[in-house]
């Protein structure tokens, strides 16, 4: 499994060691979706060391509090997302035009755009400005949650929004408009 969803009515503990004495790292909502790093047996059961995977604290819950987390494709995703490595390589699912702007205050104009797509919603898009610039936005599990460093910016100053079913991505000064269907479907 990539990803965990909390399945324990009323949450569950995130703790800093895979024991139920251990010092709870942060609480848990139940359906809370979590990054999988693995399990492990320890005290007589069997404990999942995680994390948010929108970022956060790590460490381990029970895996009685767990079950495979679905993505928005109806999907259980197994193994590595291989997005990125594909995209790196240039193997895309498809090419668009989406709107975009490079420089703060500038006006939304086109830029080329392919996207490389994993399963469970996760996908790397690749958007090239009309200098040749280029950037990756990161989406896991259905949602944008990072992008690649460059020269103008580290990629983690983010703003994201689905709006009827167009992502409204800002990462540091540029913005980018991306339609669901073309992240995600055909």
């Known amino acids: 499994m990539r990803r965990w969803e909390v399945r324990a009515s009323g949450g569950s503990d995130l703790r800093k060691v895979p024991s139920s004495d251990a010092a709870i790292v942060a609480p848990l909502l139940e359906g809370a979706v979590l990054t999988n790093y693995g399990c492990t047996d ?10 948010p ?13 767990l079950l495979p987390a679905q993505g928005p494709d109806g999907t259980v995703p197994r193994g590595a997302d291989d997005s990125k490595r594909r995209a790196g390589r240039g193997d895309f699912d498809a090419r ?4 975009c702007a490079q420089e703060q205050g500038q006006a939304l104009g086109k830029c080329s755009a ?12 690749v958007v090239t400005f009309s200098n040749g610039f280029s950037r ?3 989406f896991v599990h259905g949602e944008f949650v990072s992008a690649s460093a460059t020269m103008s910016g580290v990629g983690r100053d983010t703003d994201w929004s689905l709006e009827n079913g167009s992502h409204h991505i800002r990462v ?3 913005r980018f408009q991306l339609s669901d269907g073309f ?3 055909d």
Do not use: I, K, M, N
């Open 183 to 185: 992240v995600f479907h």
């Open 114 to 125: 392919a996207v490389a797509r994993g399963d469970g919603g996760d996908a790397t898009v």
């Open 96 to 99: 668009d035009q989406v709107a």
């Open 53 to 65: 995977f929108r970022g956060g604290a790590r460490g381990f819950v029970p895996a009685s509090d």
């Open 42 to 51: 320890a005290e007589g059961e069997q404990w999942c060391e995680v994390r």
């Open 136 to 138: 990756q936005l990161y």
């Open 172 to 174: 540091d000064d540029q």
